[in-house]
């Protein structure tokens, strides 16, 4: 009893984990330009004022020059036209809410979201995917977006087992039936979504030919606290919680949703796309999701070890996109992650030096050079020029 005693009093140090703007505001990150290859991860990042003087646009990506605080109205129009409603029952239980925008484009994108995102976020993404030739599949991961909440209310960001995620994607892509109606299909994830989609790739036999990472989630960021501490603070919270109430624990520092103002936020320095996110969870109040569970914290730490543990076991391509000034998530798991797969030598690790955690609600002079690499990358795939040893 009185080591238990001093576990619990530890329990205030599991604050570091959730920046309060990870409670209500989307999830984002920071930048810096730096290319490297499997076996060098030094930096090569270009001058920053090449950077901020001239972006390589070559995709003609929307830039913030068109945006307003709620995307825009062009994007806006594509998302009502085109984004048609799918859900499915979860083996696992709750019902899970999928987005198809199926245009009749030749190949085709699946998006695994992080934590605390909906389908909505993505909506600039789309509209750019589909200009450039994709057709796009979206998933609300369970727990929150418009999928089933757990945890016992609304707002608790709760899964019971971190597999459930990757049981509800594998369901999702195989409805899809990818490979008999696209020449080319992969697989694009963000944060959280990073790991769900690393450990599916591990498991599955799945339809993609190559895989994109932005801000992967294979470490995170547990300031002075040794991961193993936060294991065991948060497996034992969890457990105690559950002795005396039906709701899942709030992971100390988070709680309900709030929503946080642009000033001070560690997501991203895109005033414009920090606006135009939060007000999907503004508008549409049935997205909003406040703090994780002490569930989720342990969940996740273990799912996020295994990943980079049978990194080995991806057959396919895969670039990892690293926000260079990311607070949320660190890059020691994404280089550990890289380096533990040696099967594909045309992977690629590149560092958006500068940029916060939400790549793609960053500033133009961040999010187009990250953007841009993975259309490359996808592009080369579909020449035939990325390959795997099987």
Known sequence: MVCLIRILRLLPILSILFHPTMQASPTMLEDKIQLEDKTQLENKAQPESKTE????????????????????????????????????????????????????QANAIVISQGRNESTLKYKELVFELNQQGYDIFLIDHRGQGLSSRLGGDAHRGHVQEFQDYVVDLTTFVETLQLDTKYHSRFLLSHSMGGTISALYLQQQAHPFQASA?????????????????????????????????????????????????????????????????????????????????????????YASEKAITDAAQIDIPMIVIQAGADSIVTAEGQQAFFANNTRCQHNQFITIANAQHELLLEQDKYRIPAITAVLDFFKQSQQGKLTCTK
């Open 53 to 104: 003087n001239f972006l390589d646009n070559k995709y003609h990506l929307n830039t913030e020059a068109l945006l307003d605080d709620q995307f825009s109205p062009v994007i806006n129009r594509f998302w009502n036209e085109n984004a048609k409603v799918n859900t499915f029952e979860s083996i696992n239980g709750g019902t899970i809410h999928t987005i198809h925008i199926a245009t009749g």
């Open 213 to 301: 990472f932005f801000s992967p989630m294979f470490s995170i960021n547990l300031g002075a606290l040794p991961a193993f501490l936060a294991k065991l603070i948060s497996y034992i919270s969890d457990l105690i919680c559950a002795w005396f109430s039906d709701l899942a624990c709030y992971a100390p520092g988070s709680g309900p949703y709030f929503s946080n103002p642009f000033e001070g936020n560690s997501l991203t320095s895109s005033e414009k796309r920090y606006r135009s996110a939060l007000s999907t969870f503004e508008i549409n109040t049935k997205t909003q999701l406040g703090g994780p569970s002490m569930r989720w914290v342990n969940e996740s730490l």
